[in-house]
């Protein structure tokens, strides 16, 4: 019956039904009874005028309209009058349907209007309100807490807005009936946890008798959600411990040995050690290793790779390093190529623009298992790719390298190979165990000695020559610069232009042929981007204007400054990954944030965190705060995190509850085939695509 299309509900058809899918993905009568109101507007309540305070948000009043007047011109047109009740006057302004809006009212009728409350020359003021004509039994009848839904502006124009859509759930519910949403909780922990039934609470969330029984439907679905996810996670976490078994890497041998001893150009930081002890002991075990390795910009995560790969090598298995550019693959290659290029060991590059006539050598090489290290992008998960041992896969900077796509790498071995996901988007760590509750997680919280601490600068767009004159000097001293421009759809034309005027601009201060500048942005053919990226790193160029195609690893220990223009348009966590690029070497480092002088209050405060601190954690705390967890870089697509009622920011007790609850059950009935649990797994099981079942049962 859930499953019904939504076309079928009276009311509806298939033209409302093609709005409702596109503009809300409604496409059964499941999918409406998921779309929860955000807001009830108890609708028998009155305020008196005299009595609304700017602490208000949404009120109801009800009063005689006033005449109307028409002011303004062109775009500031609009319809304005008031309503009048015995306690004060509110104005009510229209800035469109001008005329229907006249024609549709009548100045000196009793109306009810509704909306958000503004407030404009310390006089309350209602912006396109609801508004309908008074009538006395309106008022009359009981409490009646009337749901308000997110809608589209689209929807509204079809007489689809956010009271609409609560008409068309008040006609679905009738025909839900308790079998339709059968309760998937352990009774014992319904009680426990003093929980609404699952049934009531998808009906009191829509339609509550009071704010009290709203509350426990949102409490009991909220917990739903987080529960769920939490137990998702868990179980395929100790099953994959208990039964997944992984290739054995229990020998250090002449390869890690080697390198260690020979070729490795710098000691290792106390947490490179401990972090290659951790991911020695999961893999020594014959347990497939899931692990998630955070670390910070350029807190040396990719010697942590490569002497893995080696320990790899050494007990007889191949293994891959995945990057998520062209770019970032090659200088992996080249980088991990020239450390090793006194060994004897097979190490090779693959992304999409090799040529076919090499990948007739690589792929062979592949496959007979003379190539033991292959790096490159996803082409060396293409099907096209055989390993004949494959032990251990690395991906770089793909947080959002999700679990299904972790189950693909299971079917390249016929033992799966490990898995290490590294990321330097630092993930506050409740996050990062709620997103990726699913892997082991390592850290590196240390930086290797010797850096100096980036300063970091926040300048307006007419210090524009003064920051011009800045580097300058530090051209002059031989270090070379990026000049960053937000780039924030790569089919943005206007973001493109405004590339395009910021070089032409640059260029005018740095002049051909006493600077030479690389630019890189993603409309380029890659030839093209490889040689402008290729001249940078190779110093025959000073300064590279880029888009944030540079965000991720490329590493460029010359270059000692970093201009960000239009820094307001980042997010917290992608400023402090652009601001990674320099500080890799020995000179002070700089990064400059350009805005215009005209800044929101989120845009001021990320200024001011991006000025006052360097460390990754930090920040993503704050923006975890400023944004929420839904925006937060990578957690977005795992499909964890992006929950619909709770927020693990907000909601971080009953995370902390869910999480308890979720390790009583497993550690009691780890397979859940307890009869008490068996609601529970059959409905996990029913969530197709949600747990990859088949692997872990
Ligand atoms: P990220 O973690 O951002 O990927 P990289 O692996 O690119 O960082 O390392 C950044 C720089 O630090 C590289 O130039 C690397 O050679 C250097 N590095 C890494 N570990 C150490 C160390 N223990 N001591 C000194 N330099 C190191
Ligand atoms: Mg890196």
Not at 107 to 123: C, D, Q, R
Not at 553 to 563: E, I, T
Not at 604 to 626: H, P, Q
Request: aromatic letters at 8%.
């Amino acid at each position: 019956m859930l499953s019904s299309p939504i076309a079928y509900l009276k009311g509806v058809g298939p033209q409302r039904a093609e709005l409702l899918q596109k503009e809300l993905g409604i496409f059964t009568f499941n999918d409406l009874l998921q779309h929860f109101p955000f807001r009830h507007v108890d609708k028998t309540k009155f305020t008196p005028i005299g009595e609304a305070t700017p602490a208000d948000e949404y009120l109801q009043f009800a009063g005689v309209l006033e005449p109307f007047q028409v002011i303004g011109q062109n775009r500031g047109r609009r319809l304005v009058s008031q309503i009048r009740d015995k306690t004060g006057t509110v104005e009510v302004v229209w800035f469109s349907a001008i005329n229907q809006i006249q024609k549709m009212l009548q100045p000196g009728k009793a109306y009810i209007v509704y909306g958000k409350l503004s407030w404009f020359m310390s006089k309350p003021q209602l912006v396109h309100p609801e508004i309908e004509a008074w009538s006395p039994e309106k008022i009359e009848g009981k409490a009646y807490l009337e749901p308000i839904y997110p809608s589209t502006e689209k929807l509204k124009s079809k007489n689809l807005g956010g009271r609409q859509l609560g008409k068309l759930t008040q006609l679905l519910l009738p025909h839900v009936k308790p079998q339709d949403i059968p309760e998937n909780f352990p009774q014992k922990m319904i009680e426990e946890l003093k929980l609404m039934p699952r049934f009531d609470a998808y009906q009191q969330i829509h339609f509550p008798q009071t704010q009290k029984h709203y509350e426990a439907a949102l409490r009991r679905l909220k917990f739903e959600e987080i529960f769920l996810a939490q137990m998702r996670m868990n179980l395929l976490r100790s099953q994959r411990h208990r039964f997944s078994k992984g290739v054995v890497f229990d020998a250090v041998g002449n390869y890690f040995n080697t390198f260690y001893n020979q070729y490795l150009p710098f000691e290792l930081t106390g947490a490179q050690k401990r972090v290659l002890k951790e991911i020695r002991n999961d893999t020594a075990r014959g347990k497939q290793m899931n692990r998630l390795l955070q670390g910070d910009v350029g807190s040396g995560k990719t010697i942590v790779a490569l002497l893995c790969m080696l320990l790899a090598a050494d007990n007889g298995y191949q293994s891959v390093l995945m990057a998520p550019t062209e770019i970032l693959a090659r200088q992996h290659f080249q980088g991990i190529a020239s450390l090793l290029k006194d060994m004897d060991i097979g190490v090779a590059l693959l992304t999409g623009s090799v040529k076919a006539k090499e990948r007739k050598t690589i792929l062979p090489g592949v496959a007979e298992g003379r190539i033991q290290l292959l790096i490159g992008t996803h082409a060396v998960i293409e099907d096209s790719v055989q390993f004949q041992n494959l032990g251990l896969v690395i991906v770089d900077e793909q947080h959002r390298f999700g679990v299904a796509q972790r189950a693909r790498l299971w079917e390249k071995n016929h033992t799966p190979p490990h898995v290490l996901v590294m990321t330097a988007t630092p993930i506050p760590r409740t996050l990062a165990m709620t997103a990726y509750g699913d892997l082991d997680y390592s850290v590196i919280d240390e930086l290797p000695p010797g850096r100096q601490p980036i300063q970091t600068v926040h300048r307006l767009d007419h210090d524009r020559s003064n920051v011009m004159d800045f580097l300058k000097a530090e051209i002059a001293l031989g270090r070379q610069v990026y000049v960053i421009f937000p780039l924030i759809e790569e089919s943005d034309k206007l973001d493109y232009e405004n590339l395009m005027r910021g070089y032409d601009e640059i260029k005018t201060y740095f002049p051909e042929p006493q600077y030479w500048i690389s630019m890189v942005h993603g409309k380029q053919p890659a030839i093209q981007k490889e040689e402008n990226m290729r001249r940078f790193v190779e110093h025959d160029t000073q300064i590279m204007v880029s888009t944030t195609v540079i965000e991720v690893g490329v590493n460029v220990p010359n270059a000692s400054v970093m201009v960000i223009e239009s820094a307001e348009k980042f997010g917290l966590s992608q400023l402090h990954q652009l601001r990674g690029r320099v500080g890799r070497g020995a000179e002070k480092s700089y990064c400059i944030l350009l805005t215009g002088k005209k800044l929101g209050n989120v845009a001021r405060e990320r200024m001011k965190i991006m000025t006052s601190t360097n460390n990754g954690f930090v920040i993503a705390e704050k923006d975890l705060e400023l944004r929420g967890p839904g925006d937060i870089e990578g957690t977005r697509q795992s499909g964890v995190v992006d929950f619909k009622l709770a927020n693990i920011v907000n909601d971080r007790a009953m995370v902390d509850a869910a999480k308890k609850v979720t390790e009583e059950i497993l550690t009691d009935d780890p397979d859940l085939s307890k009869p008490e649990n068996a609601p529970l797994k059959e409905f996990l099981q029913s969530q197709k695509g949600k747990t990859i079942w088949s692997k872990i049962s």
